[in-house]
């Protein structure tokens, strides 16, 4: 088990949770009172996706989410290149959004 130290906070990381779960298609939905982002894999030619891990934020958390990816997506712009979204993956894959 791995300790990672960030804001003075001990974070734990065991190594199952380390390997993490491959993603390439976020389902957001919202109430007023919280964000939940459900995570899933596509396969080509398959019409069924199981979700793999779910994240509950409060509306604030959500917030800093979009702002922390923001300026990560910034960064890694500027040090590897422009990152292209084809105009058909627009309308798929991570920009399903819904409302709860």
Known sequence: MAEIKQLGI???????TAQGQ??????ISHSTSEFVIDFAAVLPGV???KVRS???LTPEHAKRLLLSLQDNVS?????????EIPQSART????KMGEA
């Not at 798929?92 to 920009?95: R, V």
Request: hydrophobic share 40%; proline share 0%.
């Open 10 to 16: 001990d974070i734990e990381l065991d190594a199952e």
């Open 92 to 95: 798929s894959g991570f920009n």
């Open 47 to 49: 019409q069924k996706a």
């Open 54 to 56: 779910r994240v509950i």
């Open 22 to 27: 491959y993603s390439n298609l976020a389902i």
């Open 75 to 83: 960064r890694y712009e500027t040090n590897v290149g422009k990152i």
